[in-house]
T-cell receptor, first 112, second 116 residues
Framework: DAKTTQPNSMESNEEEPVHLPCNHSTISGTDYIHWYRQLPSQGPEYVIHGLTSNVNNRMASLAIAEDRKSSTLILHRATLRDAAVYYCILRVGPYNTDKLIFGTGTRLQVFP | GAVVSQHPSRVICKSGTSVKIECRSLDFQATTMFWYRQFPKQSLMLMATSNEGSKATYEQGVEKDKFLINHASLTLSTLTVTSAHPEDSSFYIC????????????FGPGTRLTVL
């Protein structure tokens, strides 16, 4: 199974940008990069995903390295509600038969 | 975004009993649903992939006779933990793929199972 490597934890102050890194050196050409986050005792929440190009949505931005072996999730202004475990996941497999394999994730703490 | 519900949100049962957990996609049809298990302080572990109208595909090491999965309709999948034991206590989470839309997986809120 495709694997990702993330730091165990990161810290940020409120209203500062946060860059969450992820390494996925074994990624193949058709694997999508997904980010989900999970608050305590809740199911994961979709954040963003991409294939090759950088992506932006209302929650975050995803910067993908040119060789696709790493990516960075960018929260432009962290809030206390952004404190969660962030999972970088490779979606592997053909369309409609693919699955998500979760890694250990990064626990983000946000301080007021 | 698409909404997935789970019922019950938490359940406590005696050892040896069976527990059924429901996963519903509320505003979309899901031909594929997934079941995960999460122990405290750990990541989600994929247990099985549930396809509407066919048998579930289980991940390696997951006992299919212990974790019965039924996906009888496009909006409902059930996970039954049979003859539950304390080591089955965990947070069970389902997700549903919106195959008609973005092909993204949307997760339910999870079910906390405690086996006494």
């Amino acid at each position: 199974d495709a694997k990702t490597t993330q730091p165990n934890s990161m810290e940020s102050n409120e209203e500062e940008p946060v860059h969450l890194p992820c390494n996925h050196s074994t990624i193949s050409g058709t694997d999508y990069i997904h980010w989900y986050r999970q608050l305590p005792s809740q199911g994961p929440e979709y954040v963003i995903h991409g294939l090759t190009s950088n992506v932006n949505n209302r929650m975050a931005s995803l910067a993908i390295a040119e060789d696709r072996k790493s990516s960075t999730l960018i929260l432009h202004r962290a809030t206390l509600r952004d404190a969660a475990v962030y999972y970088c996941i490779l979606r592997v497999g053909p369309y409609n038969t693919d699955k998500l394999i979760f890694g250990t994730g990064t626990r983000l703490q946000v301080f007021p | 975004g698409a909404v997935v519900s789970q019922h019950p949100s938490r359940v406590i049962c005696k050892s040896g009993t069976s527990v059924k957990i429901e996963c519903r996609s509320l505003d979309f049809q899901a031909t594929t649903m997934f079941w995960y298990r999460q122990f405290p302080k750990q990541s989600l572990m994929l247990m099985a992939t549930s396809n509407e109208g066919s048998k579930a595909t289980y991940e390696q090491g997951v006992e299919k006779d212990k974790f019965l999965i039924n996906h009888a309709s496009l909006t409902l999948s059930t996970l039954t933990v049979t003859s539950a034991h304390p080591e089955d206590s965990s947070f069970y989470i389902c997700s549903a793929r919106d195959a008609e839309g973005t092909n993204e997986q949307f997760f339910g809120p999870g079910t906390r199972l405690t086996v006494l």
